[in-house]
């Protein structure tokens, strides 16, 4: 069962688990079409191998659908845009 809400997601995501970023509006982002494991978990993020997180918290939005889920960043924060990943089992 794939998640359709942001508390779903949070219970889903496992440490271990893969997930690709697929689509971004940063199209020079240095992690697109790659694959990257979750190495740490959270309540508020995950921590990907090799460094970075992804916040639940900051983003405005989440939509979801099949096995993807976009997240999406208001002009106010550091981040504004999308960014698009997709499961991977």
């Not at 982002?29 to 740490?40: M, P």
């Amino acid at each position: 069962m794939n998640p359709t809400n942001l508390n779903q997601l949070k219970n889903y995501l496992q440490i271990g688990m893969s997930l690709t970023l697929i689509d971004t509006s940063m199209k020079d982002h240095k992690y697109l079409n790659q694959t990257r494991k979750i190495a740490i978990k959270q309540t508020n993020a995950i921590k990907f191998v090799g460094g970075s997180w992804l916040y639940f918290g900051k983003a405005k939005d989440y939509t979801f659908k099949d096995n993807q889920f976009t997240n999406t960043w208001d002009k106010g924060t550091a981040f504004s845009g999308f960014l698009t990943y997709e499961f991977i089992s």
